[in-house]
């Protein structure tokens, strides 16, 4: 049975960091809403109470029944767990004057305390909560402190629980990864067996178990989660996997050919369906950039749907839904859990009386390139930049056309083979010309020229939320601008593009 620490989410920004860390520590690890505890079933090793935008002390403060948890699970409180425990317990927390926000040093440290072991005297660590403990129940041992919070870290006597005030889980914390991996394998004794092999071999096995001798329908975009599903897939159940890739126009120069060959390589089964004509159709004469996402989305899913009616005996469809995409954070108010789940081929499992299956719903983006790397997928197809779901069609502004889709193809395949060989490819998190509805004046030898303008951007991110304009050499920009205007005919100006989001956003539609 699979080990795993039960993350109660209090509604913190930085649930889904601690999961991270602990994922990171080869220990599997779930988030549940504070209000939605799960059955606590042997395979739990500990459970981790997360931070929260609340005061223990607001009347609607979310303050669950931890009965069933405290003192027959070893407990990580961080931040607003740690206030909890000590105001459920009767003690007092506030917002005291000499609370610490930010940046902080541990000034004591108790070494006998197991969460405490190799990390180093005044040690940074982050605060990022108003209140604090003032006063504390006479069992409660203070394990840290720095120089004006003084309970900065507690243990309880005769429970294994353990709490601090300072997030553990984020980047600032210097030592905070070793308390996280002190609390799982010190205290918990987790085995840390959940690696990238391991799950490829339980999640095959539950594939064959759940799909049996059915046959199995999956949509791939060329993505890294649609390509590592269909690997994985591939190898549980072999030619019952039928993949569908629709060419809707609007992808990169020569992809749906270079996706096509690849998988054919891996011999998937893969039906290209050369759908362009069809996109373009729905596109005519369509300028606000919802309703050419809204005209691509109906589109897709009319010709997915044709293609899917075609395998008359598929009993499941398969998706590459990620577990960002099934939690959210825990919804602070009201007692609903929110599940966004990830239907870009609409309610067709419904229409079709198709069963869903989704073997990455329990992965971190980064988890689904681990698993993809022991799968041995190339490097290339894993470390690709996001590319959105409508593809060239919010990267050409105002009307689509088959001409204009050519020519941003054209500039877009400049601008990225010229980041391989530059070596900037992987440094940057995405990159994408953009083809706008501006025309120029130019010179080219005696000519004047009335010529189109292309934009290039280029953002680092580390999930799309914010990103900042990615710093290009000048001398990169100045080769592939020069390169783009000689080559692509239509095209006499290139701008680069140096906004940052917010206020801007990634695309420019
Ligand atoms: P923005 O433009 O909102 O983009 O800063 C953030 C990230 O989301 C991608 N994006 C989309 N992906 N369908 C998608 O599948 C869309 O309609 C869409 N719009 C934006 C964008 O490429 C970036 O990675």
Same mark, same amino acid.
């Given at each position: 049975?699979?080990?795993?620490?039960?993350?109660?989410?209090?509604?913190?920004? &930085?649930?889904?960091?601690?999961?991270?860390?602990?994922?990171?520590?080869?220990?599997?690890?779930?988030?549940?809403?504070?209000?939605?505890?799960?059955?606590?079933?042997?395979?739990?090793?500990?459970?981790?109470?997360?931070?929260?935008?609340?005061?223990?002390?607001?009347?609607? =403060?979310?303050?669950?029944?931890?009965?069933?948890?405290?003192?027959?699970?070893?407990?990580?409180?961080?931040?607003?767990?740690?206030?909890?425990?000590?105001?459920?317990?009767?003690?007092?927390?506030?917002?005291?004057?000499?609370?610490?926000?930010?940046?902080?040093?541990?000034? &004591?440290?108790?070494?006998?305390?197991?969460?405490?072991?190799?990390?180093?005297?005044?040690?940074?660590?982050?605060?990022?909560?108003?209140?604090?403990?003032?006063?504390?129940?006479?069992?409660?041992?203070?394990?840290?402190?720095?120089?004006?919070?003084?309970?900065?870290? &507690?243990?309880?006597? @005769?429970?294994?629980?353990? =709490?601090?005030?300072?997030?553990?889980?984020?980047?600032?914390?210097?030592?905070?990864?070793?308390?996280?991996?002190?609390?799982?394998?010190?205290?918990?004794?987790?085995?840390?067996?959940?690696?990238?092999?391991?799950?490829?071999?339980?999640?095959?096995?539950?594939?064959?178990?759940?799909? @049996?001798?059915?046959?199995?329908?999956?949509?791939?975009?060329?993505?890294?989660?649609?390509?590592?599903?269909?690997?994985?897939?591939?190898?549980?159940?072999?030619?019952?996997?039928?993949?569908?890739?629709v060419?809707n126009g609007l992808?990169?120069?020569?992809?749906?050919?270079?996706?096509?060959?690849?998988?054919?390589?891996?011999?998937?089964?893969?039906?290209?369906?050369?759908a362009s004509a069809l996109f373009y159709k729905a596109l005519e004469g369509v300028t606000e950039p919802e309703a050419k996402r809204k005209a691509i989305g109906k589109t897709f899913i009319d010709v997915f749907?044709?293609?899917?009616?075609?395998?008359?005996?598929?009993?499941?469809?398969?998706?590459?839904?990620?577990?960002?995409?099934?939690?959210?954070?825990?919804?602070?108010?009201?007692?609903?859990?929110?599940?966004?789940?990830?239907?870009n081929?609409g309610?067709?499992?419904?229409?079709?009386?198709?069963?869903?299956?989704?073997?990455?719903?329990?992965?971190?983006?980064?988890?689904?390139?681990?698993?993809?790397?022991?799968?041995?997928?190339?490097?290339?197809?894993?470390?690709?930049?996001?590319?959105p779901g409508p593809g060239l069609g919010i990267r050409i502004?105002g009307d689509i056309t088959a001409?204009k889709v050519?020519?941003?193809?054209?500039?877009?395949?400049?601008?990225?083979?010229?980041?391989?060989?530059?070596?900037?490819?992987?440094?940057?998190?995405?990159? @994408?010309?953009?083809?706008?509805?501006?025309?120029?004046?130019?010179?080219?030898?005696?000519?004047?020229?009335?010529?189109?303008?292309? =934009?290039?951007?280029?953002?680092?991110?580390?999930? @799309?939320?914010?990103?900042?304009?990615?710093?290009?050499?000048?001398?990169?920009? =100045?080769?592939?601008?020069?390169?783009?205007?000689?080559?692509?005919?239509?095209?006499?100006?290139?701008?680069?593009?140096?906004?940052?989001?917010?206020?801007?956003?990634?695309?420019?539609e």
């Open positions: 049975m699979q080990e795993c620490i039960l993350i109660l989410d209090f509604g913190s920004q &930085y649930t889904q960091l601690i999961a991270r860390k602990v994922r990171e520590n080869n220990v599997y690890c779930e988030i549940h809403p504070y209000n939605h505890i799960p059955p606590l079933d042997n395979n739990i090793k500990g459970v981790i109470l997360s931070g929260s935008p609340y005061s223990v002390n607001d009347p609607d =403060a979310p303050k669950p029944d931890l009965s069933g948890i405290r003192g027959k699970y070893p407990v990580l409180a961080v931040c607003y767990g740690a206030q909890l425990l000590v105001s459920l317990s009767g003690g007092k927390v506030a917002s005291a004057k000499s609370r610490e926000y930010g940046r902080a040093n541990l000034s &004591y440290i108790d070494h006998s305390c197991p969460v405490f072991k190799n990390v180093p005297a005044n040690s940074q660590v982050w605060m990022s909560h108003g209140d604090t403990i003032l006063e504390y129940p006479a069992n409660f041992h203070i394990t840290c402190s720095t120089e004006s919070v003084k309970a900065c870290g &507690y243990s309880i006597e @005769g429970e294994p629980t353990y =709490a601090l005030q300072f997030h553990p889980e984020v980047y600032h914390s210097t030592d905070g990864f070793t308390i996280l991996k002190n609390f799982l394998t010190e205290v918990c004794h987790c085995q840390a067996d959940w690696t990238p092999d391991n799950f490829v071999k339980s999640c095959v096995e539950d594939l064959r178990r759940q799909i @049996g001798q059915e046959e199995v329908i999956l949509g791939l975009s060329g993505g890294v989660d649609s390509s590592v599903a269909a690997v994985l897939l591939h190898k549980a159940i072999g030619k019952q996997l039928h993949c569908i890739f060419d992808l990169r120069k020569n992809e749906f050919q270079d996706v096509l060959d690849s998988f054919k390589g891996m011999d998937i089964d893969v039906k290209g369906v050369d749907e044709a293609e899917a009616r075609k395998f008359k005996s598929a009993r499941f469809l398969a998706q590459g839904t990620i577990y960002p995409d099934v939690i959210e954070s825990a919804p602070v108010k009201g007692p609903s859990q929110t599940i966004k789940s990830h239907h081929v309610g067709l499992p419904e229409k079709m009386n198709l069963k869903v299956v989704e073997p990455l719903r329990s992965l971190f983006k980064d988890e689904v390139r681990r698993v993809g790397r022991s799968l041995a997928l190339p490097d290339r197809l894993l470390n690709r930049h996001p590319f502004l001409e050519r020519i941003l193809q054209e500039v877009d395949a400049i601008y990225i083979d010229g980041l391989r060989e530059a070596g900037l490819y992987d440094k940057v998190w995405q990159a @994408g010309a953009i083809l706008l509805p501006v025309q120029s004046v130019g010179v080219m030898g005696d000519e004047r020229t009335y010529e189109r303008v292309v =934009a290039l951007r280029a953002v680092n991110s580390t999930d @799309g939320m914010t990103a900042d304009w990615s710093r290009l050499p000048y001398e990169f920009l =100045a080769k592939v601008s020069n390169e783009i205007i000689n080559k692509v005919r239509g095209v006499n100006r290139v701008v680069y593009d140096i906004s940052s989001k917010p206020p801007s956003t990634i695309e420019w």
